[in-house]
């Protein structure tokens, strides 16, 4: 072999041993970003929905003040039942309030825990902090709060499957729901880097596999059947295998993180959930209203548009307390049907939806990104500005996408 290609051959190993080690360092050093990912600003939740969340604060882990969100029942009843709600690694407490209503809605007050690093709480997230700030939350509902274990839900989402898994795993409750749960960090990251040796690289692990068998009371898994690359129902099948009985496994259907809620993909979330919750762990919850969502679907497709809105404003007059007439559920619909490129129809429902809420900054970002798939820049424009003159806030979502689109007026 001559000594160029003997030397060539040398330089390629070299390369690729410096870009796997460097690849390893990468991962090692943007663990925190990867993992927790907090991309979504804090956006207050829609005023209709009258949360009249609580901002308590309630210890401090390695010197970093922790703070959660209570949000009472409604109707406020002096329940004794909580909800212990840990959100996933996107966003923070702030944008779960759909979440919070639906629990309140079957009577539960709700505490969820805001992580360090997220939504102006200091600090830096990890999974030693967090699970520590999970213990913590716990404790000021036994001690301060006075709750008994029994009338505590442990529910985590996503990244907070992992929290509420690890909690449950020490303390007693009334019943453990995780939803878009996985078995491990490990074994995503495996997934997406198997040629790493990621079980030395990684810090987080948040090893739901391994602690689920500890738990000591009701486990139910909701997970969609739906492809997720990240959180496919393997995992979801895996934590109920591994959970002791008794046990549900609930498959919805839709995307990760987008669907789940919406009542036109999963009409019986909550009311499973509250059969769950009577049936395995012995609650008496309220049962859940259904929403206007389907009731519209369905007669705009048998019917027309103008019919489905008629029938909206009659059943609101005459029907109010039969329905949920949330901003959220048109808002679903709407993007539920442009992503299925029923353009038209979402731009109406949307609009529609805006009408109906026209002091909600959301109805007409939602109505903006709509015109702006559909190419309809003008329309955009002026839905995100409306929004704007609504929440004029720096953390508007609308106004990268405004003057995005402002600047594309000024090239042509």
Known sequence: MHKWTKRALWTVLI??????????????????????H??????????????????????????????????????????DVWVLFFHGSEGGVSLRGNDYDDFRSLGFNVMA?????YEGSPGSPSEVIIEREAGVAYDYLRQVKNVPAKSIVVYGVSLGSAVAVDLASRVQAGALIIQAGFTSVLAMGQKEYPFLPLRWLLKNRFESDRKISKVRMPVLVIHSSD?????????????????????????????HGVDAASATVNPNLFPDIA????????????RPLPSIAPVFLAT??????????????????????RYKFREAELDRLGNELFRKERVD??????????????????????LGDAYAAAGKDAEAIQNYQRSLTLFPDKENYSRPKLEKLEQRFKLR
């Open 113 to 117: 825990p805001e992580y360090p690093g």
């Open 227 to 255: 492809y997720d690359r990240f959180h496919p129902i393997e995992h979801g099948q895996r934590l109920y295998d591994l959970a002791p009985v008794p046990k549900q496994l609930l498959v919805i259907r839709g995307r």
């Open 275 to 286: 059969t769950f919750l009577d049936e395995q762990a012995g609650f008496q919850v309220r």
């Open 38 to 79: 907090r991309e979504l600003p804090f956006i207050s939740p829609p005023p209709s929905l009258v949360l009249n969340q609580e901002r308590v604060e309630f210890s401090q882990v390695d010197g970093t003040r922790l703070f959660a969100w209570i949000v009472q029942p409604l109707p406020p009843d002096h329940s």
């Open 300 to 321: 705009m497709e048998s019917k027309g548009m103008d019919a489905a809105i008629t029938e909206y404003h009659s059943l609101r007059r005459e029907a109010a307390k």
């Open 15 to 36: 390369l690729v041993l410096l870009a796997y080690l460097g690849l390893g360092v990468w991962i090692r050093t943007n663990e925190t970003q990867l993992i927790f």
């Open 345 to 366: 129809e979402a731009i109406a429902v949307l609009r529609f939806n805006a009408e109906q809420f026209a002091e909600s900054f959301n109805a007409f970002d939602s």
